[in-house]
């Protein structure tokens, strides 16, 4: 079976909201997909972000462990540059 590869799109909040709002009030799953020509998982990923924060970014949707993970991450990044500059001083 050949599949052809999707051309990746964005799409506004605003599109988001309404695509989550036609959901809520009861078009299924499946027919929001086909009419709108989306992707189940991106769906599905809309309506559940606009359940936890009611934001579409990414970063608001993060969980603490998630924020306190890059947050360490970012920390250590500094850490080695400082230490490498002390180290060829």
Same mark, same amino acid.
């Given at each position: 079976?050949?599949?052809?590869?999707?051309?990746?799109?964005?799409?506004?909040?605003? /599109? @988001?909201?309404?695509?989550?709002?036609?959901? #809520?009030?009861?078009?299924?799953?499946?027919?929001?997909?086909?009419?709108?020509? $989306?992707?189940?998982?991106?769906?599905?990923?809309?309506?559940?972000?606009?359940?936890?924060?009611?934001? /579409? @970014?990414?970063?608001?949707?993060?969980?603490? #462990?998630?924020?306190?993970?890059?947050?360490?991450?970012?920390?250590?990044k500094q $850490?080695?540059?400082?230490?490498?500059?002390?180290k060829q001083?």
């Amino acid at each position: 079976m050949n599949k052809i590869k999707r051309k990746r799109r964005t799409f506004t909040d605003d /599109f @988001k909201h309404q695509m989550v709002s036609l959901y #809520q009030h009861g078009k299924s799953r499946s027919e929001i997909v086909a009419e709108y020509d $989306l992707t189940p998982s991106a769906l599905d990923r809309w309506i559940t972000q606009s359940s936890q924060s009611g934001s /579409f @970014k990414t970063k608001d949707n993060r969980s603490p #462990q998630e924020q306190e993970l890059i947050a360490l991450r970012k920390e250590l990044k500094q $850490l080695r540059m400082e230490n490498d500059i002390l180290k060829q001083a």
